[in-house]
């Protein structure tokens, strides 16, 4: 996990990991112990062969999560990682506002062009 000055958080779960309930919690306490009060933008990549478990799309999904995060990206240029992305924004129906994007590049841009309105805000 990484967090740039701009609040960006980048996870990128690699190929073979299985991104849990306890890792969605962490990230969360790490975010919160680095910059205190402040939400931020999220930018989860999934390698080949990766995968997030139910417990955490269930968190990531969920109100309490929200109010640590402004929007959320989720990027995969792999079929499968992208169909379960789809399902994640269909079932769990994230309380934030969530989008998936096959490049980074997208994914980013996205995210920036969420900072800049909730800046006009």
Known sequence: MKIGDDLIKEIVVKQGQVFGEADVVESKQLSC???PNSRFFVLMEGEEGATVNNAARRIAASREYAQYTSALALCSSN???RIMGNLFLKVNKPAVHTRLFETREEAVAW???????????
């Open 33 to 35: 112990d680095h910059k």
């Open 79 to 81: 079929l499968a990682l």
């Open 111 to 121: 995210l920036r062009l969420q900072m800049d309105k909730q800046k006009s805000q």
